[in-house]
């Protein structure tokens, strides 16, 4: 390794004295990232310009300033991705001896022209699409001589062809005029003393942690996601922020880490597709499938007709409220005697409960994406919301109900950019946010969480009373008290003094539930609550002292309860469905007698052709590879180069699993083994297909019942 001096400062900033300290700290090798720096951004902003003018009927409408906010926003992503770029360039220049620059630099000038090319061909991409880099694009990979003919024939290959070669010359002749200035240069360089060698070695530290930081996108909690695009609410404007090089980047390491290929093998993509209709799809609906759209189906009036009580004069509010760690083993409706839970047990009074419901994963992230879009969570897809393949559309109660003229918003105690939630709800159909920076005066901050559940519930009540004067709306609320480590506010009530483990847990759990009992206590006071449809459920549960088979069925374990006095004539109404949080959108569209066409991964629970005892596809978080169907009573889970084991199981309590022995039950077996894979291998290829929306649908909607003339 060489350590050598910086040249004269001189010869880069006119000041005469080699031996300032500037010199002797900053390297010269250092001084030529940092100008290389500003040459990447350049081309990826002029890439951006490309895209704007290509697509400029897509921003003709738009503001001047908001689309040069788009350009502002786009830095962070250029910036994160010539990070990437300029760090190990960075490192070659310093340790390999200089002969060997300019091959380094030459193979870095190719590499970064091909990314160019590549940033020039995704502006034909989005414009065919409107979508940016995607795992799409390896699809497209798999057929060039098509693709190539398409490419040629279709667009103008050639006039791209001489952009690309015009910029990357500049570009090329800039960089040859940096290395001649800071690398190429025969200057004598003086002496270091010791103090110089280490003042040289701490700034090109001090420099590459700064680099680190740009590649993660900047001094934030969470490294960049392309949901910090999203910050307005024009879809071009967000995308053209979005950098090409990070779009494809992220939709590769998705790619290369997928452990889909084990469910995927099993039938042919129309047998799977076959299976999982005739599991969805009931007599009461009406079948709108396609090749398109294998799981379109809109609801009868049926439903509404025989739940409610009487037909809405106006469209039916909705509120979904996912509660931290709301855990169907912690609630007295379904058998905890610690009064832990006695709101939400009055609630349950006057309500539907279902006392065999499970989140579809272990995470708050599977259980928010699954309870508002519908979709379930899948092997390898476990974090949907962060990767590119959730940059689609979905068939969640959002995007369906705004859709119909509804406003929407979603609350919560903390930050959305956690696993990306504004970023994907603001494009699926959320209009407005609440999150921690935005509570005036809350009673309680967590240091860590943000504010406390009361807090999030009170400001929920006046936003859906103002909300409601104008319009029908659509509420998300995720609360996030109930949470380690249970920071917690003055306790409304006796503290519960258990002496163990799961002390704080309790208190915790008490809180969040009286919270919630001091929202239904305000909202009853207000007239939307007459016209709102709520739904009550834990984003997931906990592991408790009695886990429930192998696969830990209690961390999935939650209560699910629609909540209407008033719209509802079932009061009190206990359950034994198995249910999950993908049939919460389906459910609520035939509640409140919308025919709106969508493509629910779950089912109507209050069908009247719903003759059976329901069923849950379940997966842990993380690395689990365990995947399960819940069906009554019983439970399959498999994994990959394991033996499938069937369960039979029960919530109550005290719960308990017990293995059913190989050669027992074999067509039970052999019938959840055929769903679950059915049903997850369909599941992967609509994703990837790109056939979970109801984007070609929309000749098909109709408005929810109570809706017309308004």
């Given at each position: 390794?060489?350590?050598?001096?910086?040249?004269?400062?001189?010869?880069?900033?006119?000041?005469?004295?080699?031996?300032?300290?500037?010199?002797?700290?900053?390297?010269?090798?250092?001084?030529?990232?940092?100008?290389?720096?500003?040459?990447?951004?350049?081309?990826?902003?002029?890439?951006?310009?490309?895209?704007?003018?290509?697509?400029?009927?897509?921003?003709?409408?738009?503001?001047?300033?908001?689309?040069?906010?788009?350009?502002?926003?786009?830095?962070?992503?250029?910036?994160?991705?010539?990070?990437?770029?300029?760090?190990?360039?960075?490192?070659?220049?310093?340790?390999?001896?200089?002969?060997?620059?300019?091959?380094?630099?030459?193979?870095?000038?190719?590499?970064?022209?091909?990314?160019?090319?590549?940033?020039?061909?995704?502006?034909?991409?989005?414009?065919?699409?409107?979508?940016?880099?995607?795992?799409?694009?390896?699809?497209?990979?798999?057929?060039?001589?098509?693709?190539?003919?398409?490419?040629?024939?279709?667009?103008?290959?050639?006039?791209?062809?001489?952009?690309?070669?015009?910029?990357?010359?500049?570009?090329?002749?800039?960089?040859?005029?940096?290395?001649?200035?800071?690398?190429?240069?025969?200057?004598?360089?003086?002496?270091?003393?010791?103090?110089?060698?280490?003042?040289?070695?701490?700034?090109?530290?001090?420099?590459?942690?700064?680099?680190?930081?740009?590649?993660?996108?900047?001094?934030?909690?969470?490294?960049?996601?392309?949901?910090?695009?999203?910050?307005?609410?024009?879809?071009?404007?967000?995308?053209?922020?979005?950098?090409?090089?990070?779009?494809?980047?992220?939709?590769?390491?998705?790619?290369?880490?997928?452990?889909?290929?084990?469910?995927?093998?099993?039938?042919?993509?129309?047998?799977?597709?076959?299976?999982?209709?005739?599991?969805?799809?009931?007599?009461?609906?009406?079948?709108?499938?396609?090749?398109?759209?294998?799981?379109?189906?809109?609801?009868?009036?049926?439903?509404?007709?025989?739940?409610?009580?009487?037909?809405?004069?106006?469209?039916?509010?909705?509120?979904?409220?996912?509660?931290?760690?709301?855990?169907?083993?912690?609630?007295?409706?379904?058998?905890?005697?610690?009064?832990?839970?006695?709101?939400?047990?009055?609630?349950?009074?006057?309500?539907?409960?279902?006392?065999?419901?499970?989140?579809?994963?272990?995470?708050?992230?599977?259980?928010?994406?699954?309870?508002?879009?519908?979709?379930?969570?899948?092997?390898?897809?476990?974090?949907?919301?962060?990767?590119?393949?959730?940059?689609?559309?979905?068939?969640?109660?959002?995007?369906?109900?705004?859709?119909?003229?509804?406003?929407?918003?979603?609350?919560?105690?903390?930050?959305?950019?956690?696993?990306?939630?504004?970023?994907?709800?603001?494009?699926?159909?959320?209009?407005?946010?609440?999150?921690?920076?935005?509570?005036?005066?809350?009673?309680?901050?967590?240091?860590?969480?943000?504010?406390?559940?009361?807090?999030?519930?009170?400001?929920?009540?006046?936003?859906?009373?103002?909300?409601?004067?104008?319009?029908?709306?659509?509420?998300?609320?995720?609360?996030?008290?109930?949470?380690?480590?249970?920071?917690?506010?003055?306790?409304?009530?006796?503290?519960?003094?258990?002496?163990?483990?799961?002390?704080?847990?309790?208190?915790?759990?008490?809180?969040?539930?009286?919270?919630?009992?001091?929202?239904?206590?305000?909202?009853?006071?207000?007239?939307?609550?007459?016209?709102?449809?709520?739904?009550?459920?834990?984003?997931?549960?906990?592991?408790?002292?009695?886990?429930?088979?192998?696969?830990?069925?209690?961390?999935?374990?939650?209560?699910?309860?629609?909540?209407?006095?008033?719209?509802?004539?079932?009061?009190?109404?206990?359950?034994?469905?198995?249910?999950?949080?993908?049939?919460?959108?389906?459910?609520?569209?035939?509640?409140?007698?919308?025919?709106?066409?969508?493509?629910?991964?779950?089912?109507?629970?209050?069908?009247?052709?719903?003759?059976?005892?329901?069923?849950?596809?379940?997966?842990?978080?993380?690395?689990?590879?365990?995947?399960?169907?819940?069906?009554?009573?019983?439970?399959?889970?498999?994994?990959?180069?394991?033996?499938?084991?069937?369960?039979?199981?029960?919530?109550?309590?005290?719960?308990?699993?017990?293995?059913?022995?190989?050669?027992?039950?074999?067509?039970?077996?052999?019938k959840m083994a055929k769903e679950l894979k059915a049903y997850v291998e369909e599941g992967l290829n609509a994703l990837k297909e790109r056939k979970i929306g109801v984007h070609h649908a929309k000749s098909h909607h109709a408005t929810p019942a109570g809706a017309a003339g308004h």
């Amino acid at each position: 390794m060489r350590w050598e001096l910086f040249r004269a400062q001189a010869n880069i900033m006119g000041n005469t004295k080699s031996n300032s300290i500037l010199g002797h700290i900053i390297r010269r090798e250092v001084y030529f990232v940092l100008a290389a720096y500003v040459l990447l951004i350049a081309v990826f902003e002029t890439a951006r310009a490309v895209m704007l003018y290509r697509n400029y009927g897509l921003a003709e409408h738009l503001p001047v300033t908001l689309l040069l906010k788009s350009f502002f926003y786009g830095l962070r992503f250029d910036i994160a991705i010539s990070s990437y770029l300029l760090i190990p360039l960075l490192l070659l220049l310093l340790f390999v001896p200089r002969r060997f620059s300019p091959h380094i630099l030459a193979a870095f000038t190719a590499f970064f022209s091909a990314l160019f090319f590549l940033c020039l061909g995704e502006v034909e991409f989005y414009r065919e699409l409107q979508m940016r880099f995607n795992s799409a694009i390896f699809e497209y990979a798999t057929h060039p001589e098509i693709v190539g003919g398409m490419v040629w024939e279709g667009y103008p290959v050639v006039k791209y062809a001489l952009f690309w070669a015009v910029v990357m010359a500049l570009f090329s002749f800039a960089v040859f005029v940096l290395y001649k200035k800071l690398l190429g240069s025969k200057t004598n360089i003086p002496e270091l003393t010791r103090n110089h060698r280490i003042a040289g070695y701490a700034g090109t530290f001090v420099v590459i942690t700064l680099m680190v930081f740009g590649m993660r996108g900047g001094f934030y909690k969470e490294p960049l996601r392309w949901g910090d695009a999203y910050f307005s609410d024009e879809a071009f404007a967000n995308n053209l922020a979005l950098n090409a090089v990070f779009t494809l980047g992220r939709s590769s390491l998705e790619k290369l880490s997928t452990k889909e290929n084990y469910w995927t093998k099993t039938y042919s993509a129309k047998d799977a597709e076959k299976i999982t209709h005739d599991m969805l799809i009931q007599t009461t609906e009406t079948d709108l499938a396609s090749a398109e759209l294998p799981l379109l189906r809109k609801e009868g009036p049926e439903t509404a007709n025989a739940y409610l009580v009487k037909k809405p004069e106006k469209p039916v509010n909705v509120v979904i409220i996912l509660m931290e760690s709301f855990s169907g083993r912690l609630v007295g409706s379904l058998g905890d005697e610690h009064n832990i839970t006695p709101s939400f047990d009055k609630l349950a009074k006057d309500g539907v409960l279902f006392e065999r419901a499970f989140s579809n994963g272990s995470h708050t992230h599977q259980g928010v994406f699954a309870s508002l879009t519908s979709f379930p969570n899948l092997p390898g897809h476990e974090y949907l919301m962060k990767t590119m393949d959730a940059y689609q559309e979905f068939s969640g109660l959002p995007t369906i109900l705004t859709s119909k003229g509804y406003d929407s918003i979603f609350l919560y105690n903390g930050l959305f950019s956690w696993d990306n939630k504004e970023g994907f709800f603001r494009q699926h159909g959320i209009n407005k946010f609440v999150g921690t920076d935005d509570y005036v005066n809350p009673t309680f901050v967590d240091p860590v969480w943000g504010v406390a559940d009361y807090d999030v519930f009170m400001r929920a009540n006046e936003e859906f009373k103002n909300m409601s004067k104008d319009k029908p709306f659509f509420g998300a609320i995720l609360t996030l008290t109930n949470h380690s480590p249970f920071n917690l506010p003055p306790l409304p009530f006796e503290r519960i003094k258990s002496g163990d483990a799961m002390e704080n847990r309790y208190n915790a759990m008490k809180y969040a539930d009286w919270a919630l009992g001091e929202f239904f206590k305000a909202a009853s006071k207000e007239k939307y609550f007459d016209n709102t449809l709520f739904v009550i459920t834990g984003d997931h549960g906990i592991g408790t002292e009695w886990p429930i088979t192998h696969m830990s069925l209690d961390k999935l374990h939650v209560p699910l309860l629609f909540y209407s006095p008033k719209l509802l004539k079932a009061h009190g109404v206990r359950r034994d469905t198995v249910a999950s949080h993908v049939d919460i959108g389906p459910s609520v569209l035939a509640l409140i007698g919308s025919d709106a066409p969508h493509q629910g991964w779950g089912r109507n629970l209050f069908s009247q052709a719903l003759k059976d005892k329901g069923f849950a596809v379940i997966k842990h978080s993380g690395g689990d590879e365990n995947v399960a169907i819940v069906e009554d009573n019983r439970i399959y889970i498999v994994a990959p180069k394991e033996k499938p084991v069937l369960y039979e199981y029960d919530t109550k309590h005290p719960p308990k699993s017990v293995v059913i022995p190989e050669g027992k039950e074999t067509e039970r077996r052999g019938k959840m083994a055929k769903e679950l894979k059915a049903y997850v291998e369909e599941g992967l290829n609509a994703l990837k297909e790109r056939k979970i929306g109801v984007h070609h649908a929309k000749s098909h909607h109709a408005t929810p019942a109570g809706a017309a003339g308004h």
